[in-house]
């Protein structure tokens, strides 16, 4: 259970503002927090446990202001709060910190490697996940796990997130008509998961395979004087 020095009257998350109406001056702060949260809607279609928000408040005290996350994931929460969806995210309604979450560093860094970096392991946060598209020299990923309180910079591309079920890393790909490295989920075996876009185009290739070959078996059966069965 998530505990922290609260005020004795808490707020709802409707009651609060539900970002710092703070615009995005990246496409990549949103397409790649899109972009994870779509193959986690494929992944994990059936599960109810988890949430991921995207350019969401994330209140730890109702008298300051949020911290917004380009994105974050939270597990063992209620996927669908309610009809009306989350306005924000509540430490003290949802009783546990994200697991993970997520900044990809605009033109104008908002403190990703310090303020954010220690509000985050404050907050609980497992896994800080920084990427930087700018940077040429350093590392554009970064993963910190929190170890004792502090985080550690985990050196793995992809990393298995045992805690998570899941592993995260970059790679170079196709995805939003844009051939770019983005950041995807992977397997424990460092196999990359398929975004919805290259599942649903898997499958559609698999079915043309499979009417050719009904198309080739049911010529040759002509060509014997068969008529094939139609199914």
């Known amino acids: 259970m998530y505990q922290y020095e609260l005020p004795r009257y808490l707020p709802t998350a409707d009651e609060l503002p539900c970002s710092d109406d703070t615009p995005v001056d990246?496409?990549?702060?949103?397409?790649i927090p899109s972009l994870l949260k779509s193959i986690l809607r494929m992944l994990w279609d059936e599960r109810m446990d988890?949430?991921?928000?995207?350019?969401?408040?994330?209140?730890?005290?109702?008298?300051?202001?949020?911290?917004?996350?380009?994105?974050?994931?939270?597990?063992?929460?209620?996927?669908?709060?309610?009809?009306?969806?989350?306005?924000?995210?509540?430490?003290?309604?949802?009783?546990?910190?994200?697991?993970l979450v997520l900044e990809v560093v605009s033109t104008s860094p908002g403190g990703e490697y310090t303020t954010k970096l220690d509000e985050y392991a404050r907050m609980g946060v497992l896994y800080y996940v920084i990427y930087n598209p700018k940077r040429r020299r350093k590392a554009r990923l970064e993963i910190y796990k929190l170890v004792n309180g502090k985080y550690d910079l985990q050196t793995a591309n992809p990393l298995w997130m045992p805690e998570i079920g899941l592993g995260?890393?970059?790679?170079?790909?196709?995805?939003?008509?844009?051939?770019?490295?983005?950041?995807?989920?992977?397997?424990?075996?460092?196999?990359?998961?398929?975004?919805?876009?290259?599942?649903?185009?898997?499958?559609?290739?698999?079915?043309?395979?499979?009417?050719?070959?009904?198309?080739?078996?049911?010529?040759?059966?002509?060509?014997?004087?068969?008529?094939?069965?139609?199914?």
């Open 50 to 99: 988890w949430f991921f928000g995207i350019d969401m408040g994330i209140y730890t005290n109702p008298d300051r202001p949020p911290i917004v996350p380009d994105g974050f994931l939270s597990l063992n929460v209620e996927r669908v709060f309610d009809e009306d969806l989350r306005s924000c995210y509540t430490l003290w309604e949802e009783e546990v910190p994200p697991s």
């Open 26 to 31: 990246n496409e990549l702060q949103e397409l």
């Open 168 to 231: 995260i890393g970059s790679e170079r790909a196709g995805y939003d008509g844009l051939t770019r490295e983005w950041l995807y989920w992977y397997d424990e075996r460092s196999q990359r998961y398929f975004t919805p876009y290259e599942r649903a185009k898997l499958d559609r290739d698999r079915a043309t395979i499979e009417s050719q070959r009904a198309d080739r078996l049911a010529a040759q059966l002509r060509a014997l004087g068969i008529e094939p069965e139609v199914p």
